[in-house]
């Protein structure tokens, strides 16, 4: 049982005056830059164990996306799968990250590449109004097609299942069109992060993040 310290710095009402500070040091919600518990849908890089960052994850399996997935899409719209989004490699220089559009299929559809894990709860794409807004009116102005692509994975398994749905919307993948599976190997892992520039970087965050 713990005594009152005098030498405590306390506010006018008794309670601890640092309490504030210190619990906002173990909410959830609030981000410190460690690594916090596991949650289901969390991305680990199967090399260290690290929790993937959102740029690491969206990098690393859209590169997999490229190189393993792409044919799904391809095969079912007719039309080949073109990257915009960080196209290119780290070595010879990449696109940037932040356009409205990841891919376009030729030129019928302009589209969005989203990455869910299978173990999440809610496998639901998230897209802001003022997010889709701007993906809507890039495609608008290539004369294209809004087409959504949702890959869902099972990292203990390495199985990707494909998803898609006309349009940009926050969506339910259960709602969407299932075009097939993937797999990749770890090879394929390590080939699409060190084309990234992610692979060198795996210790260095898996030290800051232990």
Do not use: C
């Amino acid at each position: 049982m713990t005594g009152f310290n005098p030498a405590e710095p306390r506010g006018f009402h008794g309670r601890w005056a640092l309490e504030g500070a210190f619990r906002g040091m173990v909410d959830k919600s609030t981000d410190t830059g460690r690594a916090k518990v596991q949650t289901p849908s969390q991305f680990l890089h199967p090399g260290t164990g690290h929790a993937m960052g959102k740029t690491e994850i969206g990098d690393t399996y859209e590169q997999l996306f490229r190189m393993r997935g792409a044919h799904l899409v391809e095969l079912h719209y007719g039309h080949p799968y073109v990257e915009i989004a960080g196209a290119g490699s780290v070595a010879k220089g990449r696109s940037s990250r932040t356009t409205a559009l990841d891919f376009r299929l030729n030129h019928k559809y302009g589209g969005e590449l989203k990455t869910l894990n299978s173990n999440a709860k809610n496998k639901k794409t998230a897209i802001k109004k003022e997010e889709q807004k701007r993906k809507i009116d890039a495609a608008a102005a290539e004369g294209l097609d809004p087409l959504l692509v949702v890959q869902v994975v099972d990292q203990d398994n390495r199985t990707v299942r494909v998803y898609a749905y006309r349009g940009f919307a926050s969506k339910a993948v259960s709602s969407m069109e299932h075009l097939g599976t993937y797999q990749y190997s770890r090879e394929d892992f390590r080939n699409a992060q060190i084309r990234t520039g992610h692979w060198s970087q795996r210790k260095a965050r898996a030290g800051r993040r232990s």
